[in-house]
């Protein structure tokens, strides 16, 4: 009976983040409200208070959702895989599961995109997100190379130096014109890590300075 009950919440949770986002993008960020999204998904404004104190929360909540994912798959891995094989991977994973396919995004959701991105407010609560999710994701790394994180830096750097790759990824997929698929960047730049991010050849065939 409790497994029906959190399997109900979480279906409430991802219909209110959901609703958060497709609003958004219909009318504005400032043109939507709790009361708007709990409408949406036919619950009350106090229901939608027992999720996210704000829309901003409950916009930024993918990306905590998306680390516990990746978290999750990460635990799952081969013990015997190398770690930045499997961080590879597991940071992949979720990320392939927002986008639905291989294709760069649809140029108008790209700009909507683009301008959610530059809300101070929503980028203030995904930071906060992002310090919550990095705990978990750092305990996983820690679990995985035998460290501890209570004492150690390294499992922290790897989360930490995860996440910071994981926005630059998006942030060059948000500029990118024209519109290129989201997942190969983002396994481009973890895997530049992976190799402790040599520097890039010279470009061939052009005169040199």
Not at 58 to 82: S, W
Not at 132 to 149: F, K, M, N, S
Not at 177 to 197: H, I, M, Y
Request: glycine content about 6%; some cysteine.
């Amino acid at each position: 009976m409790s497994g029906l009950r959190e399997r109900k919440k979480q279906a409430t949770r991802e219909a209110l983040m959901d609703a958060a986002l497709r609003l958004t993008l219909e009318r504005g960020l400032e043109n939507v409200r709790v009361e708007d999204i709990a409408d949406r998904v036919g619950v009350s404004p106090r229901t939608f208070n027992n999720y996210f104190s704000s829309k901003y929360e409950a916009l930024a909540a993918r990306h905590t959702d998306r680390v516990r994912r990746t978290v999750a798959v990460l635990r799952a891995r081969p013990a015997a895989e190398p770690l930045w094989e499997s961080l590879v991977a597991a940071v992949a994973e979720p990320w392939e599961q927002a986008v639905t396919g291989p294709e760069p995004p649809d140029a108008d959701r790209l700009a909507l995109t683009r301008l959610l991105a530059g809300e101070p407010a929503l980028r203030a609560e995904a930071l906060k997100a992002q310090f919550a999710a990095d705990g978990e994701l750092a305990a996983a790394v820690a679990e995985r190379t035998g460290t501890d994180p209570g004492r150690d830096l390294y499992p922290h750097l790897v989360a930490a130096t995860v996440s910071t790759a994981v926005q630059v990824a998006v942030g060059h997929w948000l500029r990118s014109d024209p519109p290129v698929p989201l997942v190969p960047v983002l396994c481009e730049a973890l895997r530049c890590l992976a190799a402790g991010l040599p520097a890039p050849c010279p470009p061939t065939g052009g005169e040199t300075a």
